[in-house]
């Protein structure tokens, strides 16, 4: 008799994003899932970026160092490994600069996704552990995009991508540091332009936020000293509170964020733009909350794997 082949004990997933590299390792076992372990830090690939432009060096060598990291935290070269990368190489005219050394470094291809696949495996991830919750409207809130992804009547996910990320938005708009009020105003008034033209007002379901922004804030809110994701997943934040926030981190400057607050550096400076984006999409929906999810796409693309 031919013996089935196991199943693997873990899987990673690997999310290249614009601002953040996030990593996790799933274990599969009798009908649940756990993590065993699970990271985001931060980069800032896309430093400097303009559509169409080269990677920033310096950026480059930053994830390539970043990537040793992860693989000798998570063993990678010896597990089943998906990699995706996301609007960050989307951009680049040179997206192989990263992706050759990577792809090498961490022993598979990178995948540069579209952003409406970026989307539907976000959404995969994000609702992981919310089950009877919902429908979703999932909000990743990136370095260069945003995706969103809701279900139609029929339960069927539908995905786009936005051109609105935390780090091009700050480094368009943002001169000053705290930003003042005119900075912020502009700001806001390109966000929801973007939001009008790309994303239909009259969406069923609640506000899911995913990635760095949302998660900082549910960490700040809680009051945490170190990280817990299960103290944020699922957590609940309504406008007035995010509102709150908001004020307060436009009034100081992105080094109180860090020395006050305990931001890291790579997310202090960009905090203000993400608050900005979760606002005006509350706005855009006519929603007054949203609930945190501390999945995402690094989920969503290790749970494909489990899948095949």
Request: glycine share 10%; charged share 25%.
């Amino acid at each position: 008799m031919l013996r089935q082949p196991s199943a693997p004990a873990t899987v990673c997933g690997l999310d290249i994003g614009s601002n953040t590299f996030s990593c996790v390792e799933l274990a599969p076992g009798h009908g649940s899932l756990s993590v065993v372990r699970d990271t985001s830090i931060p980069v800032r690939l896309s430093e400097d970026l303009v559509p169409g432009g080269p990677l920033n060096p310096a950026a480059v060598k930053r994830g390539l160092d970043v990537l040793a990291q992860l693989v000798e935290q998570f063993d990678l070269r010896a597990k089943p490994l998906r990699a995706v990368a996301t609007q960050v190489l989307r951009m680049a005219r040179d997206p192989e600069r990263f992706t050759d050394p990577a792809s090498e470094l961490i022993g598979v291809e990178i995948e540069i996704v579209e952003g409406t696949t970026e989307a539907l495996l976000t959404s995969r991830g994000a609702t992981l552990g919310l089950a009877g919750s919902g429908p979703w409207i999932v909000a990743d809130v990136g370095g260069q995009s945003t995706e969103v992804c809701w279900q139609d009547a029929a339960g069927r996910w539908q995905p786009t991508s936005l051109r609105l990320g935390v780090v091009g938005l700050t480094e368009e708009h943002v001169r000053a540091d705290p930003p003042t009020f005119e900075e912020i105003e502009r700001m806001r008034d390109g966000v929801c332009a973007t939001l009008s033209r790309g994303l239909p007002r009259s969406l069923p379901g609640e506000l899911l936020a995913v990635a760095g922004t949302a998660t900082t804030l549910g960490w700040l809110e809680r009051g945490l000293e170190k990280w817990d994701r299960d103290a944020v997943h699922g957590m609940p934040i309504d406008r007035a509170l995010l509102e709150r926030w908001t004020a307060r981190m436009n009034r100081i400057p992105s080094a109180e964020r860090v020395a006050r607050y305990g931001l890291g550096p790579g997310r202090a400076d960009v905090f203000p733009a993400g608050l900005c984006v979760i606002d005006s999409l509350l706005e855009h929906l006519g929603r007054e909350r949203f609930t945190v999810s501390v999945n995402g796409l690094r989920v969503g693309v290790a749970l494909t794997l489990l899948e095949e």
